[in-house]
């Protein structure tokens, strides 16, 4: 069945400091990868996404890596700030039909940055 | 301002009612979706609409039912509530063309 596995489920950083987040899936016919950040009291928002033609995206200080052959996805964050504490969900897309898709998320990623 | 949004916030019952969440979209997109966010903060997909037609309907109880008036609108009603539906309740939109989902502010259902 379509699974997405997401680790670590606690990240703790200092200030500056990189963190990286991985997920796997399970379904070869995912092919659009998108992270969200959800923040305390709000809803998910889509920080950067990749799709499988592609290998690696940069905007900022986030990045993501693709792996089509292990079926695995990663975030990293350079240079982390305390505001980007939160929690960080991965997903992967399946087309469902022809007129919609479905995310299959990850189970999250809470990251703390310290002072 | 462009976005989703939710109405209302939180919604506090008891057992047994019956209650709806409404979902409006101006982003001018095709697509709409309700998640069911539980305790442990998984994200699970409910339904999904597509011009007003039910696309995916996901081993959702019968006491809940969507219903999309237009493109712009996606509400829930959900029927004889239980316990086991407290969670937060997320609408989401997107273009058919395009996979970027975009999220709602949520519901925070509480049934007591």
């Known amino acids: 069945g379509e699974n997405v596995e997401q680790h670590p489920s606690t990240l703790s950083v200092q200030e500056g400091d990189s963190a990286v987040i991985k997920c796997t899936y399970s379904?070869?016919?995912?092919?659009?990868f998108p992270w969200y950040k959800q923040e305390l009291g709000k809803g998910p928002q889509l920080i950067i996404d990749i799709r499988s033609n592609v290998g690696e995206k940069k905007d900022q200080r986030i990045a993501v890596t693709l792996n089509k052959t292990a079926k695995h996805f990663s975030l990293h964050i350079t240079e982390t700030q305390p505001e980007d504490s939160a929690v960080y969900f991965c997903?992967?897309?399946?087309?469902?039909?022809?007129?919609?898709?479905?995310?299959?998320f990850g189970t999250g990623t809470l990251l703390a940055v310290q002072p | 301002d462009t976005a989703v949004s939710q109405t209302p916030k939180y919604l506090v019952t008891q057992m047994g009612n019956d209650k709806s969440i409404k979902c409006e979209q101006n982003l001018g997109h095709d697509t709409m979706y309700w998640y069911k966010q539980d305790s442990k903060k998984f994200l699970k997909i409910m339904f999904s609409?597509?011009?007003?037609?039910?696309?995916i309907n996901e081993t959702v109880p019968n006491r809940f039912s969507p219903k999309s008036p237009d493109k712009a609108h996606l509400n829930l009603h959900i029927n004889s509530l239980e316990l086991g539906d407290s969670a937060v309740y997320f609408c989401?939109?997107?273009?058919?063309?395009?996979?970027?989902?975009?999220f709602g502010p949520g519901t925070r259902l509480t049934v007591l």
């Open positions: 989401a939109s997107s273009h058919q063309t395009n996979n970027e989902q975009f």
């Open positions: 609409y597509n011009n007003k037609e039910l696309i």
């Open positions: 379904d070869s016919a995912s092919n659009y």
């Open positions: 997903a992967a897309s399946i087309r469902y039909g022809g007129a919609t898709n479905k995310l299959i």
